[in-house]
Nanobody, 124 residues
Framework: QVQLVESGGGLVQPGGSLRLSCVAS????????MGWFRQAPGKEREFVAT????????KYADSVKGRFTASRDNGKKTAYLQMNSLKPEDTAVYYC?????????????????WGQGTQVTVSS
């Protein structure tokens, strides 16, 4: 069973940046489209970004478009989420997820594999 481990969360001031990493234990990481989701207290888990297996195609939620960038290094079996111009409303637990089937999944139910999450807090 593939395992995902996120890291890179923390406390940052508004306008600051963080880069999240998601390392996979998969034998062949490149077969998985990778997604990022977040869940704020009292809210549903929501889609943030998806990156294709090759890394050439990405898709973003409107709320993060232009500020967040998803990338991946298949040789290192790692996906990244670069978050710039962070806002207090970006505060949430961030999860990475993997899907071996769909080329560009964006729905929660499409991802069978999830990491444990990493907390991101944006506050002055």
């Amino acid at each position: 069973q593939v395992q995902l481990v996120e890291s890179g969360g923390g406390l940052v001031q508004p306008g600051g940046s963080l880069r999240l990493s998601c390392v996979a234990s998969a034998r062949t990481f490149s077969i998985y489209a990778m997604g990022w989701f977040r869940q704020a207290p009292g809210k549903e888990r929501e889609f943030v970004a998806t990156i294709s297996r090759s890394g050439t195609t990405t898709k973003y939620a409107d709320s993060v478009k232009g500020r967040f960038t998803a990338s991946r290094d298949n040789g290192k079996k790692t996906a990244y989420l670069q978050m710039n111009s962070l806002k207090p409303e970006d505060t949430a637990v961030y999860y990475c997820a993997a899907d071996p089937e769909a080329p560009m999944p964006i729905q929660r139910h499409e991802f069978p594999i999830w990491g444990q999450g990493t907390q991101v807090t944006v506050s002055s």
